[in-house]
């Protein structure tokens, strides 16, 4: 015979497993396992099924500043950019840190190793900068102008024989509206 708790417990573990929950969205799932049940960060990585290290990554997102949740939310900054920036624990020093990582148009081991020099007290000036700076190029612009045309998240690449624009959407609903828009009809 199955408590109520446990059954509560089981209910959210495969709500987590079988939703389409943005990063944060998970996170907050986990802490509610954390509170509410009483697991470590290791119980909730069995029961899961992902590492201990995945979870407390994913559960530092909660820390964030709500500026940079909110880019997390919108699909402006990807999970992976918010796990390094959430590392450095100040939000000043996350905002900061943001700050150059979207001027530079830095990738998430860019980020990465800016923010190890960051904890290690190097100064800012001295951050990795990318090949080509991304930032300025007109792909980026292109990218701003299909994300806020089509209100989703979007990502352009170009290769020497053309290129891909990957359009992302969370559910059917918003996926009939980027029907809509793009083909024209209501």
Known sequence: ??????????????????????PLEEA?????LVNDFGLTHDEVARRVGKS?????????L????????ELLMTGKLSAGHARALASLGKASQMMDVLEIVQR???N??????????????????????????????PEVALEARFRDALSARVSLMRGRRGGKLVIYFKNDEDLEHLYSV???EP
């Open 182 to 184: 793009i083909v024209g």
């Open 104 to 106: 530079r148009g830095l």
């Open 1 to 22: 015979e199955t408590t109520p708790q446990a059954m509560l417990e089981l209910a959210l573990i495969e709500n987590i497993q079988r939703q389409d929950l943005n």
């Open 62 to 69: 909660l820390a964030l500043p709500e500026a940079i949740r």
């Open 108 to 137: 998430v081991r860019m980020t990465e190793e800016l923010v190890k020099a960051v904890q290690a007290g190097k100064p800012i000036a001295a951050a990795p900068r990318p090949a080509t700076s991304r930032s300025a190029s």
């Open 28 to 32: 907050e799932a986990y802490q509610q």
């Open 52 to 60: 201990r290290p995945a979870i407390t990554n994913t559960l530092r």
